[in-house]
Every structure is written in structure tokens, then in C-alpha cells.
């Protein structure tokens, strides 16, 4: 398996431009999210999945789009680039069950907003 | 709602000396709790849990014991290595409302010297 995917690894955006981060997933689960990760402010949760079809708004949603068209993908379209938006974004995905889920990272897309 | 305070960084030992990080939490019910280790240019990954009180989730030389009575899961290594250099995550998952989305602290960068 290899686990949760991310594209690109690093880009480079002007504002007002638009892009979208990718991240797939191999392992059937059902919930996807995906968090930013700014310093002295730790992860902070933008959008989530709970599968196919239903999405939901995370704590800083705004700028932000993201579909779920297939368990195995949870793209996230950034609309208008801004300076604010760079960040460190990571997906994550995790299969629920009381107690025993554990939330599996992809390794990171580096967004620098100029 | 749910929440997760960790100590501030950066935690900074000498190789072989006793690593202690606090966590502390406020959630209702009995969540499950975990702590995630970021290493250097990578993701997240999950380091130990625990899913109910007086639990010690142990791993790599790592522990943490989960205290309902002072809601706490505070990480703990006898004798850290410069491998151990890291940011560290206290996260809970909530016990009620259905949802599956973990609450990460703002994370505790270590550093260890040789």
C-alpha cells in the first residue's frame, strides 16, 4: 500500500491564481480531511469527508473548495491564491471504529503564496 | 467543545536525559487520545494511544497514561537519542457527537543534543 499521497510536494503560486493539492488514498477509508500547518499554530482543520459525496467545513474553511467524487480521492481547490494561504497542507484519512482509528498523514505540499 | 493544551517549545535535552511533555485535555465523555510525531520534512505519524482511563499506550521507548482524574496524558522517555528530535501532537478523538475528526494541541518541538 502506499498509503496517503499528496501533489506537489512544493509549488510556487502568485496571487490570485488557482491551483489544486491532490491526495489519494489506498486503503478504503472512509474519512479524509485536510489541515494546515502554520508555526506556533500547530494543524489546523480546513475541510472533511466522512465519505463519498458529504463534505464538511473544518476551522478555517474560508478560500478553501474541496469534493469527495470517489473514496479514494479528496482534492482541495484553493480559488484566488492570497499570501495568507502559505502554508504546509497535509491530507489525512482514517477508518472509524471506537477507539482503535488512527489518522494517517501524507507527507506534506509546501505552498508558497507571492 | 474539545480541546487540547500542551506545553510549550522548544524542549531541549541532552542525549540520555528523562523527557517529559504535558498534555492536558477537556473533552466530554471518555475520548481516546493519542500523541503524533512529525519528524523533519515529513507527515504525521502516529506515536501511541490509549482508549480508556488508567490505559498506557507505550511505544519506541515512548509512554503516556491516560488520567481521567487530572485529564491528562503527559509523553514520557526514559532516555532520549538525537533521533528523537521532533514535533510532538497531543490529539484526542471525542467520544460523542458522532464525529470522527481528531483535536490536535499545537504541537512541542524537541530537540536533543548529543
Known amino acids: 500500500n502506499a498509503g496517503v499521497t499528496q501533489t506537489p510536494k512544493f509549488q510556487v503560486l502568485k496571487t490570485g491564481q488557482s491551483m489544486t493539492l491532490q491526495c489519494a488514498q489506498d486503503m478504503n477509508h472512509e474519512y479524509m480531511s485536510w489541515y494546515r500547518q502554520d508555526p506556533g499554530m500547530g494543524l489546523r482543520l480546513i475541510h472533511y469527508s466522512v465519505g463519498a459525496g458529504i463534505t464538511d467545513q473544518g476551522e478555517v474553511p474560508n478560500g478553501y473548495n474541496v469534493s469527495r467524487s470517489t473514496t479514494e480521492d479528496f482534492p482541495l481547490r484553493l480559488l484566488s491564491a492570497a499570501p495568507s494561504q502559505t502554508s504546509v497542507y497535509f491530507c489525512?484519512?482514517?477508518?472509524?471504529?471506537?477507539?482503535?482509528?488512527?489518522?494517517?498523514f501524507g507527507p506534506g505540499t509546501r505552498l508558497l503564496v507571492l | 467543545g474539545d480541546s487540547v493544551t500542551q506545553m510549550e517549545g522548544p524542549v531541549t535535552l541532552s542525549e540520555e536525559a528523562f523527557l517529559t511533555i504535558n498534555c492536558t485535555y477537556t473533552a466530554t465523555g471518555y475520548p481516546s487520545l493519542f500523541w503524533y510525531v512529525q519528524y523533519p520534512g515529513e507527515g504525521l505519524q502516529l506515536l501511541l494511544k490509549?482508549?480508556?482511563?488508567?490505559d498506557k499506550g507505550s511505544n519506541k521507548g515512548f509512554e503516556a497514561t491516560y488520567r481521567k482524574e487530572t485529564t491528562s496524558f503527559h509523553l514520557e522517555k526514559g532516555s532520549v537519542q538525537v533521533s528523537d528530535s521532533a514535533v510532538y501532537f497531543c490529539?484526542?478523538?471525542?467520544?460523542?457527537?458522532?464525529?470522527?475528526?481528531?483535536?490536535f494541541g499545537r504541537g512541542t518541538s524537541l530537540i536533543v543534543h548529543p
Open positions: 489525512a484519512s482514517s477508518s472509524p471504529g471506537r477507539g482503535l482509528e488512527t489518522q494517517y
Open positions: 490509549a482508549t480508556k482511563a488508567d
Open positions: 490529539a484526542l478523538r471525542s467520544a460523542s457527537g458522532g464525529s470522527y475528526i481528531p483535536t
